[in-house]
């Protein structure tokens, strides 16, 4: 039965949300078709996509070259899967009708066998999985398979489900330990992940199997893809970093050790977060327990010694990867929007595995942040880099920040970064509630509606507020089964004091106890009402003192949301602007484009400039008098909707005013 | 009458001084014989050289290919021209031998129409000037020349100045603006500057009127880069960064302009300052207002903008380059000795263009910091990069760090930065004062004996002292012209307060009117004496507020020595630490490696650590408290000695703690 299934919970949750409504709205009215323009190649401005025409060529409609990117199938299903988030929230026969179009296109593009790759099918026939390591296949195939899982749920069509089926099936064949079959694995996990949903709507075990060959495979010796590249007699398809690189630096691909030698997020960010959703997703249906203890070892050294305070994963540019321990520049960070996506995903499927609310902040400072800041509140530009300080003039002239821009761009040649933000919007209705066979956690507060499967039975609730702007939640329960059920409140970690009445009676909430959550358990009945408040004072934040990129200074959090300063409230130079820990905040509503959200003010202080002169001309100088400072008055925004009023320097570490 | 050209300085002056006396030992007993195995390939854990092979190939004694760098001949050039300033320095008739077998296997190599360069002869006959951008052949031909004239000007032996005319004079008809001329100007600036050494001993008016050429050639439309790389096929040479970057990226050559348009350093650091050493050169005997404006425009840029606190250059590692003004990360600093070395060689031609200590002031903070840096006390190991910190850690996890290493190499395959601190200690002669037809700038202050020629007549005198471990120098004049003569003492930047006697008399020092100098005019008699006391007391340097690098942080300066912090004095986690601007510094005797060295111990502050558990596991907390300091012993010790003892954290800047 359909909706004993996580993958469709979205489908039975309506976001009434006011924040996340208009996100998507946005996402619905602005992100979609304008990712369908970019796939027609209908932006005259930017990087032709030429996705839909290689399936069109693939398909046999039209004749030409594949162009792009060899994974650039993969925009294609992740546009896919945002319409069929996108038509659960808000029906539209038309947007339907045009992805009805697009599926049969997909239908046309495969093969008698199942396959599906336009690069391969019109580009090298003859090279379909003779090349693992660097060209994607399988990722696409993850995709695709995801968009399949997801546009069945929404629309209850079985079209794409079939033909991703029948793709999986034909992998199922090529791929496994029997005599004939290729003992191989992706280059870019994500297959992993997608065949353990496709698993989770069809229970077909040989797709969990088939996941967890990959999984296992990994890493193993000889190495599978030193094997390959012999047998292809050493060509190569990358060669952005000499030739082969991606062949040699295993790490980069997560295939350095075996998944249970790994003690350490190292990698492509992207790649390490993917593959472990998909780990974490398969041990918790096995109830392996050594991937369980290897997902949480694995997390926990990412999100305790290797994540920004926005959520940010992945330190450096080159191989878009993790660097080691404590090692987070600000500035040269890259952060990739993707990452922390993958992030969510995996703090989802942590939460199936463990009741611990760290997942829960964890999704929501890489959602509130990082993820956000992704794309511009215009919904048509995107960063797919976040770095947590800028200065513009240096871009550009510093190598070391050729992979930051100042400003979203509006699309991006590799593409994965925007149409990822429209499917996890699309889809937060997956990332809300952890649904367990004795409780239901809530994990992110969003007005809405949903309707749950318990074991128990139907579990129907609304949520309402205005979070994160205010701090008040209020559940009203519509229906419940009669047995009595766990409702756990995710007590976020930047609250420090949260109050919780049911039935306007005060419940004493000890939720350190409980993980993190606050567990009400009860013989729950129409018309109970739960409140929720929580203290939401802005609060400083501090770096571990191994963190030598945020010594000396100071971060403002305010509910979820990291805040930073911009050059446009507070003038050049925010290096000489100092703000005391004991800082005093007025919440003050934003406007024009910042409007409906919460700004913060404060007094901070400068650095007196040394002389009458404003502009001092030696550059270094003997000087042994303490700096003076003058006061001015400091402007926070949220970290997420920085740069959206022209380029400007950014910072979200403040140095600190330890004394006036 | 070759004492009077500035070029046979260094052989008028014995340098008697403990602290470069021991450098120049190092450089006559350590490095000289350790080049000398690395070019003949007798160190077995280096890479190989190969340059005197390629020589000897070249030559015909031997058969084989031409490897190494296509400049791998300057290595001998440069290890020649220390040779000169070390046989002047301390004569050695078995190094001189051997100086001489190589001058004539180079006069072997030397083709009938006087070229001279190993690769082309041996390995590309028929390349010979096809790629001027990228082949350094002019840049060969520069150290050629160099080598020529110090040799000559050192032995007095002419047969490598011989050699060198002839090549020179052979360039001399390959290029100029005649029919049939080639209009190009190499890729690499030196020979400008060697053209201008060459014309000072020889008197040949040619030689200059070619650097001119060269000079004034660089950067006109249409592009010489861009025709011969049409003319040779579009071929290119390096592929670093791609094919033909070189080619395109013209301000890495300094051929993105003609010079005179030019108003910022930009492009690769040790090619700038060359260049502009030449150019220097050129406009102070030509007495050309515009090439002298364009020289100080440059120069203030570069020093005033883009220079580090260590007196290196060049904050980038990509194209070993400027980047723009105030962008001096301390971490990914690429600030190349030889940049600094440069930088010197400019200091040098500024001060004949002009009196001002500014440039004295300059040329000491680069050579007691950065340039010193470069090598190991032990003569055998040597920095490229000089960071003024470091995180050993990151180093080979974050890409950012490629180019840093924490510990000194022993030998580089570019081998350019060993040789060349040899060559600048070897002919410090050259550089300590600059004789004008009217006075006598002493810029460094190096106990020495010195008999300078002048207009007027001889003057000689002795200079004693212990600099910079002690803060008085005197001199001892031994001879003067009858005629009154002035004699100007820098009185660097760092001393708040000079005293001078002469012959016991105070005497009125007002440098701030004398451009730095304090200028004594008088008819000087053998037995006058002069007693310079600096004050030399540890100095607070702040950084101009434009700088966010160095925001928030102090270093420390005694003398022309900048001090850094060494994990190995202060323990790990230096960025923890914070240093008073009001800190009392006492003067300690360094020991073992660093005997004869002055240390700075004082009291400093470490963040407490927030908890009972000294390793604490979260990544940030809230946290409005104020941080709590520890007392914390501090040893300070100079710069340029920095990583002779192990692996491990430096830094230069050091948090300013505001108040206890």
Known sequence: MMTQTTEAQFTQIQITDPFWGQYQSLINEVVIPYQWDALNDNLPETEPSHAIENFKIAAGELKGDFYGMVFQDSDVAKWLESVAYSLSNHPDPKLEGLADQVIELIGKAQGADGYINTYFTVQEPDGRWRNLCECHE??????????????YCATQKSRLLEIVRQFADYIDRVFGTQPGQLQGYPGHPEIELALMRLYEVTDESRYMKLAQFFIEQRGQTPHYYDEEYQRRGETSYWHTHGPAWMIHDKAYSQAHLPLDQQRQAVGHAVRFVYLLTGVAHLASRCGDQRKIALCKTLWDNMVNKQMYVTGGIGSQSEGEAFSCDYD??????????????GLIMLARRMLELETNSHYGDVMERA????????????GKHFFYVNPLEVYPEAIGHNHIYDHVKAVRQRWFGCACCPPNIARLIGSLGNYMYTV?????????????????????????FRMEG?????????????QAPESAMTLGLRIPDWCPDAQIDVNG???QVNARQHQG???????????????????MTPRIIRGNPKLRHSAGQIAVQRGPIVYCIEQSDNGIHLHNIRLSAAAVFTEVAGTGLLADKVLLKTRAVRLQLPSSAADPQWLYRYDADAPQWVEQPLTLIPYFTWANRGEGEMRVWINEQLSL
Chains 1, 2 share one sequence.
Not at 138 to 151: F, K, N, R, S
Not at 367 to 378: E, I, R, S
Request: aromatic share 8%; glycine share 4%; with cysteine.
């Open 436 to 460: 367990k066979p004795d409780q239901i956690l809530v994990n992110l507060y969003i007005a809405s509606h949903a309707t749950l499967m318990t074991h128990a039975g139907i579990f129907q």
């Open 367 to 378: 959602l509130y942040n990082t993820v956000l800041a992704g794309m511009a509140l215009d």
């Open 517 to 535: 959550y606050a567990l009400i358990t009860r013989n729950w009945q129409c018309g109970d009402k739960i409140c929720l408040r929580m203290v």
């Open 505 to 507: 009676k005060p419940l």
């Open 138 to 151: 399988l990722y696409c195939a993850g995709h695709l398979i995801e968009a399949g899982v997801a546009y």
């Open 328 to 341: 987070l520049p600000n500035d040269t960070a890259y952060t990739e929007t993707c990452a922390s996506i």
């Open 466 to 478: 205005h979070y994160p702007r205010e701090n008040q939640m209020l559940l009203h329960i519509e």
